[in-house]
């Protein structure tokens, strides 16, 4: 992106203060432009014939740095490059890496539809919302067109996420486009060796393609070749080895890539990048071991700067770790993760049940939540409006004060005549020191909590009923 304050974006706005794009100035626009939540479609006025040269010249200015492409179709399609910047802390990182998984095409129809359906299914609840997998990569292993074209078809039947067809034969890979065209799947790949008639591929079905070469001459004569023939959804791969020095020099391509795309305006490479921490299976014959492997790989590729995997192993060892670690590197550091401020039913509370104040940072507020619920807990749970800061550094900053606790009840329509028999509030023991203030702002009797949620069963054992 070549602006990088709203100022400079609103210079080619219309700046008339319409309103149809749901913003309510011309310049608050301008700020979601830049920080991605709008698009330059959003605003009617700049589509019309009179802005036509600013809209065009705002839509380059625009553009990311790293092109973006998209894989699929439908609610699943997954967008995956697009970054800025180098590192996470200069804005935000956009895309995460769509994580492939891959099915072999010698797999019998059963056992093909159980791991698919296992790759579709995988769903880990974090922070309020499910942590998922995102393709499914398929593997001409049998060297047969027929057979690759019937797993690729059942693949399809199967799920709707993304799909990539890996073999080097084009005979191959066509047979495989032509079972799921429709789908937009990724082609993987064209070398040295194949390019011709996989571009060829790209360009009849225009699709994206992935273009593999260690060397990255190679590779970027290849991106330039395919560029020429007017094919723009293009991955790079430079090889993923599994260990020893040629891992080193592996990161190094990813490394350099990705700098000559962001710092050195290299276009012709400014594209995302794959990664294949599969390979590990290559090296680790035991399964756990690979598996570990694999993973140990896939995070050293999730922060630099795979923007596509194709994995193995769906151990949840091994799935836990690579979901958690892409959800962090790709969280907008900018904006903590918070939940909307309110009070909330744990279980079945009645009026005997206890009333629980936490922070809306999302974290804190589903651990408190899953360490109440887990030891099944009823009672009534407050997020205080903190704007996504947890408690301790909530109540050094002034975020989460004995009013903006009184505002919660009162905005969530909260009465505790009506809702409780005890008129008792719990803070957190490391909000401690406001239990005076809260005590004179809600009129209601505050006691003090542990510090660690974790604690809380333990003790409301001791201090429930409160005396
Ligand atoms: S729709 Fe366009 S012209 Fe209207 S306020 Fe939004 S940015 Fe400005």
Same mark, same amino acid.
């Given at each position: 992106?070549?602006?990088?304050?709203?100022?400079?974006?609103?210079?080619?706005?219309?700046?008339?203060?319409?309103?149809?794009?749901?913003?309510?100035? @011309?310049?608050?626009?301008? /700020?979601? !432009?830049?920080d991605r939540?709008?698009?330059?479609? +959003?605003?009617? $006025? %700049?589509?019309?014939?009179?802005?036509?040269?600013?809209?065009?010249?705002?839509?380059?200015?625009?553009?990311p740095e790293i092109?973006e492409?998209?894989?699929?179709?439908?609610?699943?399609?997954k967008k995956v490059g697009g970054d800025d910047v180098l590192y996470r802390h200069q804005l935000t990182f956009f895309n995460p890496p769509l994580l492939a998984?891959?099915?072999?095409?010698?797999?019998?129809?059963?056992?093909?539809?159980?791991?698919?359906?296992?790759?579709?299914?995988?769903?880990k609840?974090y922070v309020?919302r499910f942590l998922k997998l995102n393709?499914?990569?398929?593997?001409?292993?049998?060297?047969?067109?027929?057979?690759?074209?019937?797993?690729?078809?059942?693949?399809?039947?199967?799920?709707?996420?993304?799909?990539?067809? @890996?073999?080097?034969?084009? /005979?191959? !890979?066509?047979?495989?486009?032509?079972?799921?065209? +429709?789908?937009? $799947? %990724?082609?993987?790949?064209?070398?040295?060796?194949?390019?011709?008639?996989?571009?060829?591929?790209?360009?009849?079905?225009?699709?994206?393609?992935?273009?593999?070469?260690?060397?990255?001459?190679?590779?970027?004569?290849?991106?330039?070749?395919?560029?020429?023939?007017?094919?723009?959804?293009?991955?790079?791969?430079?090889?993923t080895?599994?260990?020893?020095?040629?891992?080193?020099?592996?990161f190094?391509?990813f490394l350099?890539?990705r700098r000559?795309?962001i710092?050195?305006?290299?276009?012709?490479?400014?594209?995302p990048l794959m990664a294949?921490p599969?390979?590990?299976?290559?090296?680790?014959?035991?399964?756990?071991?690979?598996?570990?492997?694999e993973t140990v790989l896939a995070s050293v590729f999730i922060v630099r700067y795979a923007d596509i995997m194709?994995l193995?192993?769906?151990?949840?060892?091994a799935l836990l770790p690579e979901l958690h670690l892409r959800d962090t590197i790709y969280t907008d550091p900018r904006t903590p993760v918070?939940?909307?401020?309110?009070?909330?039913?744990?279980?079945?509370?009645?009026?005997?049940?206890?009333?629980?104040?936490?922070?809306?940072?999302a974290l804190?507020?589903?651990?408190?939540?899953?360490?109440?619920?887990?030891?099944?807990?009823?009672?009534?749970?407050?997020?205080?409006?903190?704007?996504?800061?947890?408690?301790?550094?909530?109540?050094?900053?002034?975020?989460?004060?004995?009013?903006?606790?009184?505002?919660?009840?009162?905005?969530?329509?909260?009465?505790?005549?009506?809702?409780?028999?005890?008129?008792?509030?719990?803070?957190?023991?490391?909000?401690?020191?406001?239990?005076?203030?809260?005590?004179?702002?809600?009129?209601?009797?505050?006691?003090?909590?542990?510090?660690?949620?974790?604690?809380?069963?333990?003790?409301?054992?001791?201090?429930?009923?409160?005396?």
């Amino acid at each position: 992106m070549r602006v990088k304050s709203p100022l400079e974006v609103y210079r080619f706005l219309p700046q008339i203060n319409c309103a149809e794009c749901g913003e309510t100035t @011309c310049m608050a626009f301008a /700020a979601r !432009l830049i920080d991605r939540s709008k698009k330059l479609e +959003d605003c009617p $006025p %700049l589509l019309k014939d009179e802005f036509k040269s600013k809209y065009l010249e705002l839509a380059r200015l625009l553009a990311p740095e790293i092109r973006e492409i998209v894989i699929g179709t439908g609610e699943h399609a997954k967008k995956v490059g697009g970054d800025d910047v180098l590192y996470r802390h200069q804005l935000t990182f956009f895309n995460p890496p769509l994580l492939a998984y891959d099915v072999e095409d010698t797999l019998d129809d059963k056992a093909l539809v159980e791991r698919v359906k296992k790759i579709h299914d995988f769903k880990k609840f974090y922070v309020g919302r499910f942590l998922k997998l995102n393709g499914v990569a398929v593997r001409a292993i049998s060297g047969d067109r027929t057979k690759f074209a019937a797993a690729v078809k059942k693949v399809a039947e199967t799920t709707p996420l993304p799909i990539i067809l @890996c073999s080097l034969d084009p /005979a191959i !890979l066509r047979a495989g486009v032509e079972a799921v065209k +429709d789908r937009k $799947p %990724l082609i993987y790949a064209a070398n040295e060796t194949n390019w011709k008639e996989v571009a060829a591929l790209a360009l009849e079905f225009n699709l994206p393609v992935v273009l593999f070469s260690e060397n990255l001459d190679t590779l970027k004569s290849l991106a330039v070749s395919f560029a020429e023939m007017g094919i723009k959804e293009i991955v790079l791969d430079p090889g993923t080895y599994p260990a020893g020095k040629k891992l080193r020099e592996s990161f190094q391509r990813f490394l350099n890539l990705r700098r000559a795309g962001i710092k050195e305006g290299q276009k012709d490479v400014a594209l995302p990048l794959m990664a294949v921490p599969m390979t590990a299976w290559f090296v680790e014959n035991d399964p756990v071991n690979a598996s570990y492997w694999e993973t140990v790989l896939a995070s050293v590729f999730i922060v630099r700067y795979a923007d596509i995997m194709i994995l193995h192993s769906l151990e949840p060892y091994a799935l836990l770790p690579e979901l958690h670690l892409r959800d962090t590197i790709y969280t907008d550091p900018r904006t903590p993760v918070k939940v909307n401020p309110g009070v909330f039913e744990v279980g079945a509370p009645t009026k005997d049940s206890p009333v629980i104040v936490t922070t809306n940072f999302a974290l804190t507020y589903y651990t408190v939540e899953s360490d109440l619920s887990s030891n099944k807990v009823n009672c009534y749970l407050a997020a205080v409006d903190t704007d996504g800061i947890g408690v301790e550094a909530a109540v050094a900053g002034g975020q989460l004060t004995a009013a903006k606790i009184k505002d919660t009840f009162s905005k969530a329509g909260f009465d505790f005549k009506e809702k409780t028999s005890h008129s008792t509030l719990i803070i957190p023991g490391l909000a401690a020191r406001l239990q005076g203030d809260a005590e004179d702002a809600t009129g209601l009797k505050v006691k003090v909590g542990p510090p660690d949620s974790g604690r809380i069963p333990g003790w409301l054992e001791k201090n429930w009923p409160p005396k």
